[in-house]
């Protein structure tokens, strides 16, 4: 992953946000010799544009509630967050954590360092982004085994039926009707529910 | 005028290659190149009526002995320009004194790139400007099959990540790298030459530096090997290591540089003349020699602008300067502070001369940042190999 990481960095469309100074321009060429496509803006935009794929944001420590606000963590992942910060006092560091910045960039601001956060900035976010991937992928698997588990013991009591024999029948029904496992258990357990509740009614 | 008057009337420049220890030969040649310049400057008037007045050092190709050295040129000396290193880790022991200082480190080396300092100028080749062309020809030339042979550092490290990725581009393999000490000996190559008569690569990729390329290329030709069976390439074996090794054991093997001693322009006739008239008719003049040569003028050129050594205005000055150097018209690129360049390859003839055999059209612009480097990069469009190699036609016996 790391060569990718290296390999692609020509293709990363990084937007800058830094007021139009020296410094800000020392970050703009360097960027522009990695070989980035880039973009500048200020001041921070609200919403974060959703087109880039990594932001350097620099952190105004008299406007972090509005960076807390712009960066909120929920919704979709935000885009690789690099931070730039004149201070390490644990009040800037602290919203740097809660903002889950990836990589941060002290000041000032010197060509040397731009290249090796950008990198391993680029491969905390991929992981991170892996990961979450998984993780999701992990809480559907285990919500369609516990629907299928929950349709199999029903039927396992109503029919009389082995484990193994509910499973079957769930498949099976699941294949005629051109549905997965878990939409046949959702349907058995549904029907299930309302046949409780007609017999409670009665 | 009282003479102490007239000596702080001088532009003092630090000059700062060893003349002692493993890249002594390359670095006395890049020395040369320093000192021509200057003596050419200083007959003409000087820069501004003013002379340039060299305050050398031989840093003996120890990294601590060039910061230290370094520290004494900015600190007590009191210059803000300095000329020279060679090896990578010169050039970063060197660094962090120029920046701090806010002085200005002209480097004539080809490097293995991915740096930037607002207090660097370099006028060495980048891998875009040296290694797409050598794996280019070596491909069409040869055959896909490498073996890699380095010194233990960055720059064959990085050098050989390059010219892998473009060996596999192409469909290439590499068959083994090795790195071997700097201050190794012929007998350390024995057992890779024995390596490499095992494996036949097609072409042997070549990054040992220093004293160790005359030892590596003679344990190679004493085990019968030439260049007519496979051919030695390198982007830093030079007239001063050929010198070393004798014209026999160099004979046929391969470099890729913008600069070779006998390119046919106007300007680079007139510098091998002076060169050898200074410093002797047998003194190889290299690669290195040429960027120290043309960076010195670079210097004075802009220094003839701004009428002030200040970093700042000299830099400003810099950017973007040009000079009819020996090897062509080469210009400071303003976007990374590399130079515009002529990539060539020249093989090694009988005589122990370069003959180059593949030649660009034009200046290539430096890109330092180049990571992946592709076989079929635009400015190859421009690189002509004008001769194929002279041994193609039997290495069909060899297989």
Same mark, same amino acid.
């Given at each position: 992953m790391a060569a990718n990481v290296l390999k692609t960095l020509r293709d990363l469309r990084v937007l800058v946000v830094h007021p139009h100074d020296q410094e800000g321009e020392i970050l703009i060429r360097q960027l522009d010799r990695i070989g980035c496509q880039i973009e500048a803006l200020w001041p921070l935009p609200d919403p974060l544009p959703a087109m880039a794929d990594v932001i350097f944001i620099t952190i105004q420590e008299d406007a972090l509630d509005d960076l807390r606000r712009v960066c909120s963590d929920d919704g979709p992942l935000k885009p690789t967050l690099i931070a730039l910060v004149s201070?390490?006092? %644990?009040?800037?560091?602290?919203?740097?954590?809660?903002?889950?910045?990836?990589?941060? +960039?002290? @000041? %000032? +601001? @010197?060509?040397?360092?731009v290249m090796a956060n950008l990198v391993t900035a680029r491969q905390v976010w991929l992981r991170e982004k892996a990961q979450r991937e998984k993780a999701h992928k992990l809480q559907r698997k285990m919500m369609s085994i516990n629907k299928i588990n929950q349709a199999k013991s029903m039927l396992m009591d109503t029919l009389n039926i082995s484990e193994k024999e509910a499973y079957k029948l769930i498949r099976d029904r699941a294949m005629s009707k051109r549905v997965t496992t878990e939409e046949m258990a959702v349907s058995i357990i549904n029907a299930n529910e309302l046949l409780q509740s007609l017999q409670k009614s009665d | 005028m009282p003479r102490?008057?007239? *000596?702080?009337?001088?532009? *003092?420049?630090? $000059? =700062? &290659?060893?003349?002692?220890? $493993?890249?002594?030969?390359?670095?006395?040649?890049? =020395?040369?190149?320093?000192? #021509?310049?200057?003596?050419? =400057?200083?007959?003409?008037?000087?820069? !501004?009526? *003013?002379?340039?007045?060299? $305050?050398?050092?031989?840093?003996?190709?120890?990294?601590?002995?060039?910061?230290? #050295?370094? #520290?004494?040129?900015?600190?007590?000396d009191k210059v803000n320009v300095i000329f020279g290193c060679y090896m990578s880790s010169t050039r970063k022991a060197v660094l962090p004194v120029v920046e701090r200082h806010n002085a200005? !480190? &002209?480097?004539?080396? =080809?490097? /293995?790139? &991915? /740096?930037?300092?607002?207090?660097?100028?370099?006028?060495?080749?980048?891998p875009n400007q040296n290694s797409v062309q050598l794996a280019h020809f070596l491909m069409e030339s040869f055959g896909k099959r490498f073996y890699f042979v380095g010194s233990n550092y960055i720059y064959p490290y990085e050098s050989n990540r390059i010219m892998r990725d473009l060996v596999r581009q192409s469909g290439g393999e590499i068959i083994d790298e090795r790195y071997l000490p700097l201050d190794a000996v012929e007998e350390d190559f024995e057992s890779v030459v024995v390596d490499i008569v095992k494996n036949q690569p097609d072409v042997i990729f070549s990054t040992v530096v220093g004293q160790a390329t005359a030892h590596f290329y003679r344990a190679y030709a004493r085990a019968g090997l030439n260049s007519d069976m496979i051919p030695i390439a390198s982007l830093t074996t030079n007239e001063a290591d050929i010198r070393e090794m004798g014209a026999e054991v160099a004979c046929g093997h391969y470099t890729s540089a913008p600069y070779f001693e006998g390119i046919e322009t106007e300007e680079n006739e007139c510098f091998v003349a002076r060169f050898r008239a200074r410093f002797g008719a047998d003194e190889p003049v290299t690669s290195g020699a040429e960027a120290a040569y043309f960076q010195v003028h670079l210097f004075a050129e802009a220094l003839k602008k701004s009428g002030d050594i200040g970093t700042e205005v000299l830099r400003n000055e810099l950017m973007g300067g040009e000079y009819s150097a020996p090897q062509g018209r080469v210009r400071i690129d303003p976007d990374n502070g590399h130079t515009y360049l002529w990539p060539r390859i020249a093989r090694v003839d009988a005589n122990g001369r370069f003959v180059v055999v593949a030649t660009t059209s034009s200046a290539v612009k430096p890109d330092p940042y180049l990571v992946s480097p592709q076989v079929n990069d635009w400015s190859l469009r421009q690189f002509k190999i004008m001769q194929t190699a002279p041994h193609m036609a039997n290495r069909s016996k060899l297989k």
């Open positions: 201070y390490e006092a %644990p009040t800037v560091l602290q919203a740097v954590i809660d903002i889950n910045f990836d990589a941060v +960039i002290t @000041r %000032p +601001i @010197r060509s040397f360092g | 102490h008057s007239e *000596r702080t009337q001088s532009w *003092r420049v630090g $000059v =700062l &290659f060893s003349q002692t220890g $493993v890249t002594s030969v390359i670095e006395k040649t890049q =020395l040369n190149g320093t000192l #021509l310049a200057i003596e050419e =400057l200083n007959s003409a008037g000087g820069v !501004l009526g *003013r002379q340039i007045e060299p $305050v050398i050092y031989d840093p003996a190709s120890e990294p601590y002995r060039f910061r230290d #050295l370094a #520290l004494q040129l900015t600190n007590v200005l !480190l &002209f480097y004539p080396t =080809l490097y /293995e790139g &991915f /740096e930037f300092s607002p207090n660097v100028i370099y006028t060495g080749a980048a």
